[in-house]
């Protein structure tokens, strides 16, 4: 029993970094996850099948691994189950935040009761419960609410059935989408925060916080909020930047946490900061295990490892500095030497028949393609963040850099759709799959004015666009601009380069009614124009 291990909470994606770093500082490696065919499962030197919801029974595992395996530290990452670590390490004496600071950063109620009590900013609520929901509506509830605001699950992660209501009529949906994504059945109505997004790590232990990520989020379609990707380090003023900081501080502290990591996502509004959440671990995102090692060259995981360990992470006290700020802890920070991007593509609702352009892994200053997407999928327009196709990584000397190369491998990666699919025929020909007012937004940022000129244009012309003959030839004349040629669309792709990847991959093309074809491109992309040749 002389060597030491871990229990990791999660074997999918997110939790490689905590099973690879765990490993790197000798540990033996338990594993627990509801799949057994997660993708990390092969990566544990043990593997049980527990669901991370079981809080009993995860601790009731813990304690027969301390007494049996050296249990030194149980740890989870980029998983909605931080409550369950704290709950099963106070059960076998191990380092954590403790249960009830735990939860507080886990139920959206109890975190904003703690913001309001300790004068954090963030915005005012209502609680909702799933058996009052009958409640809103009643004139004298709707009438105490303001729009736009913001409906989400007390206990979810991802997006996942948040969304902005903005006005009485969205209300009722919206609430009862929101309860379906709660496990506990509850869910917060708040105030819109408008402003810049951002995302911050931190590390907190023995009095100290250090800061270990600092990144710009890139949020999208409305009224949902997708994470389209995040840029790090941020490009923020320093003096926003530090208030920023200090009211993330404030939060963590006001959550009771003191030994873990600590995620915030937070807005720079024009009443200044406001903390959307914080959570108790590390985020996921590929924040904390991908863009910030390689923007910093600091292994955050591992530094958050020995610290559940009881150990000093030398490597992150050696490449951090003091930050002027008095507060409740002894605030550092951790910087980044380059730039890291992170971008994910979407698509259309269908099947998927052929996905192209994964070859592109050596691109330069591209260090990841993750794709989500395969062949013979089910994919959708994504309302969350669970629902987007894939991800890129890039590393750079520069911002400019690593954005571009993430944009450059994106727009070359296409999902193609299987033909005589009714939800891609429906939202090809503009039809509201969700009953949403401007949801999904058409594939290109055109002005509604174009749209509908490119509308009149292609039914007054509409002729059968000849087999195997370039579309480029077939450019309706109000859209035949460089300013309008070059718009792109969600995937970063231009209408010109739509054309030319079309032209590629359907060389050989039967006749293409010219009206559908230019619908379907305005619509769908290239996704829509591929489809509109089957």
């Not at 029993?1 to 999660?10: D, F, R, T, Y």
């Not at 905590?18 to 990390?40: M, R, T």
């Not at 990566?43 to 049980?48: R, S």
């Not at 790090?232 to 320093?238: A, R, V």
Request: net charge negative.
């Amino acid at each position: 029993m002389s060597s030491k291990s871990i229990l990791i909470l999660g074997a999918g994606l997110m939790q490689k970094p905590a099973i690879d770093s765990a490993k790197s500082l000798g540990l033996k490696v338990f594993v627990i996850d509801a799949n057994p065919d997660a993708l990390c499962v092969p990566l544990a030197d043990v593997f049980k099948q527990i669901d991370l919801k079981d809080r009993d029974k995860i601790a009731e595992y813990a304690v027969e691994l301390k007494e049996k395996e050296n249990l030194v530290s149980i740890f989870t990452a980029g998983t909605d189950f931080s409550a369950n670590v704290a709950y099963a390490s106070e059960k076998t004496g191990l380092l954590s935040h403790s249960y009830e600071a735990a939860l507080n950063a886990s139920d959206k109620t109890l975190m904003r009761n703690c913001f309001d009590k300790a004068k954090v900013s963030s915005p005012k609520f209502i609680k909702i419960e799933r058996n009052r929901i009958c409640e809103i509506l009643t004139p004298e509830y709707v009438s105490k609410i303001t729009y736009p605001c913001v409906v989400k699950p007390v206990d979810n992660m991802g997006a996942r059935g948040c969304r902005m209501i903005r006005d009485k009529s969205e209300l009722l949906f919206s609430v009862e989408e929101a309860i379906k994504y709660s496990r506990s059945g509850n869910c917060i109505l708040e105030e819109y925060m408008c402003g810049p997004e951002f995302s911050i790590d931190a590390l907190v232990y023995d009095g100290t916080m250090t800061i270990t990520g600092f990144a710009d989020r890139h949020i999208y379609y409305p009224p949902y909020f997708i994470e389209m990707g995040h840029t790090m380090p941020t490009d923020i003023s320093n003096d926003k930047y530090m208030e920023l900081v200090k009211t993330f501080a404030d939060g963590v502290h006001a959550l009771g946490l003191t030994r873990g990591a600590a995620k915030a996502d937070i807005k720079y509004t024009e009443n200044g900061p406001m903390i959307g959440e914080i959570a108790a671990r590390l985020s996921g995102g590929y924040m904390s295990g991908w863009t910030y090692p390689y923007s910093s060259d600091l292994n955050l995981t591992k530094a958050a490892i020995q610290i559940s360990c009881g150990l000093t992470p030398d490597e992150l006290e050696a490449n951090r500095h003091g930050l002027p700020v008095d507060g409740h802890f002894k605030l550092y920070q951790a910087d980044s030497k380059n730039v890291s991007a992170e971008r994910a593509w979407i698509s259309i609702p269908g099947i998927v028949k052929k996905v192209h352009g994964l070859d592109a892994e050596n691109t330069e200053y591209v260090k990841h393609i993750f794709p989500r997407a395969k062949e013979g999928d089910k994919v959708c327009f994504p309302r969350n963040n669970v629902e987007k196709c894939g991800n890129v990584i890039s590393v750079a000397d520069t911002r400019e850099r690593a954005v571009s190369a993430c944009e450059k491998v994106i727009s070359g990666i296409i999902l193609e759709l299987e033909k005589d699919n009714p939800e891609t025929e429906s939202f090809l020909m503009g039809n509201n799959l969700f009953n949403e007012k401007d949801f999904p937004p058409y594939a290109f940022n055109l002005s509604n004015s174009v749209i509908e000129e490119m509308y009149e244009e292609v039914a007054q012309k509409d002729f059968m666009m000849p087999a195997n003959i370039g579309v480029k030839n077939f450019i309706p004349e109000c859209l035949n601009k460089p300013e309008i040629l070059s718009v792109k669309d969600w995937n970063y792709i231009s209408i010109e380069k739509t054309l030319e990847l079309f032209d590629k991959l359907k060389n050989e093309h039967k006749e293409i009614s010219y009206r559908k074809f230019w619908t379907y491109l305005v619509r769908g992309g290239i996704q829509g124009a591929l489809y509109a040749a089957e």
